[in-house]
């Protein structure tokens, strides 16, 4: 299998450590005890990346577990829940609370812009009487990038419980759960953190807990069922085999992230010189407000063929950037400045294939994308010189 450099919003580059340590020997983790003090070692690193004293879990299964995982342990059959959304992920939410008996109500945002925090207070101030709302931190699809910090203490001022999807934020952006008041923060492996796909993580808080402790109807689900997953360390009790190799992987990945004072800089750097390579090239970003430091997401000009413009770049240049999907589809390309993929050699090197691929297909760049980029990115480079 020859290996394109994936420069895609995830899965995201694995450092050499990550996958190294990933095939480290293993033991029985079940039986085992020295992993069950391993698994929460890793779970209070995850915290404090996380700047939390919630509870950390580790599952196996994708991004989409947590969020699923999230919604079957929260809802109960006839539970209102609001949905707040201006993207794919947001909406998405409400299939989760539909399929485990609730009814979703939505609050929508504007799909071009972040959520506005006055429109949601007025919307709060006629109906709050929700058990729990759901909302995305960075919608990958779109790149939008949501003020968690302001929606998340307004909706629990009105005593409804947080559910934050930070699948493609967490590593890349700033999050702190407990500030901002997070129940459960959701992430995957493969977004920032930078390890392969393969394992969700959430942060679960005291009140999240109680909700689903003081359920009338049993959770639906066993896979999803977080309430299992509470007492693991006291029980030396997993509901089902942990994959080992993957959370030995994870945990080098999260020290690669805690060990890197500058992280959260170097994304905003590389975030903010990569918009203005493509806007100086004559490109225009999708989002008008609300830029994601993890994605960017360019339009594609009028006339070009997307697949055929990422073709392009793999076969020419070896190099991977994503469409997108849904009311998305052949409208955006997707570059994933996230985790391993944050860095100025490899965000220029992105921009001169796409740059070389666009005249390919006839859409002459103003400027050069790879000279504007590393012209505004200085002090990312001075810091890996
Ligand atoms: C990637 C992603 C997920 C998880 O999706 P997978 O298909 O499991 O990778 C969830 N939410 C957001 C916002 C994401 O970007």
Not at 99 to 120: A, N, Q, T, V
Not at 270 to 276: C, F, H, K, N, P
Request: hydrophobic content about 40%.
């Amino acid at each position: 299998m020859k290996v394109p450099m994936i420069m895609t919003p995830g899965p995201t580059q694995v450092n050499e450590n990550v996958r190294f340590s990933r095939a480290t020997q293993t033991t029985n983790p079940d039986l085992d005890l020295q992993f069950y003090d391993f698994y929460k070692e890793t779970c209070e690193k995850i915290g404090k990346m996380l700047k939390t004293k919630n509870e950390v879990r580790v599952l196996s299964g994708e991004g989409i577990l947590g969020l699923e995982a999230a919604c079957a342990s929260l809802t109960e059959p006839g539970d209102r829940v609001l949905v707040i959304e201006n993207g794919i992920f947001g909406e998405g939410f409400a299939d989760f609370v539909k399929l485990y008996g609730g009814e979703p109500f939505f609050f929508r945002g504007d799909k071009k812009h972040k959520i506005s925090i006055e429109e949601l207070k007025n919307f709060l101030d006629i109906d709050s009487d929700f058990k729990y709302a759901t909302v995305v931190h960075c919608d990958t699809p779109s790149g939008a990038l949501n003020d968690i910090n302001e929606i998340c203490p307004l909706l629990k001022e009105k005593g409804i419980l947080t559910v934050v999807d930070s699948v493609a934020a967490m590593g890349g952006e700033e999050i702190k759960v407990d500030d901002w008041k997070i129940d459960i923060a959701i992430g995957g492996s493969q977004k920032c953190i930078s390890a392969p796909p393969g394992l969700t993580l959430l942060s679960i808080s005291e009140d999240a807990f109680k909700a689903m402790e003081n359920r009338k109807v049993p959770i639906a689900s066993f896979y999803c069922n977080l309430l299992s997953w509470k007492n693991y360390y006291e029980d030396k009790w997993f509901p089902y085999t942990p994959p080992i190799s993957d959370i030995v992987g994870l945990s080098t990945a999260i020290d690669n992230i805690l060990k890197d004072d500058n992280i959260l800089l170097r994304h905003d750097k590389i975030a903010s010189a990569t918009r203005a390579a493509v806007v100086y090239a004559g490109l225009s970003l999708y989002m008008k407000d609300g830029f994601s430091n993890t994605v960017t997401v360019v339009q594609v000009p009028h006339g070009i063929d997307d697949k055929k413009l990422r073709e392009y770049m793999v076969q020419n240049y070896n190099v991977m950037i994503a469409g997108s999907f849904g009311y998305l589809e052949g409208r955006v390309l997707r570059i994933g400045h996230m985790g391993e993929n944050a860095y100025p050699d490899k965000v220029s090197y992105t921009l001169f294939a796409l740059q070389k691929a666009l005249e390919h297909y006839g859409f002459k760049c103003e400027h050069d994308m790879c000279k504007t980029f590393l012209d505004n990115s200085p002090f990312v480079i001075s810091e890996k010189a």
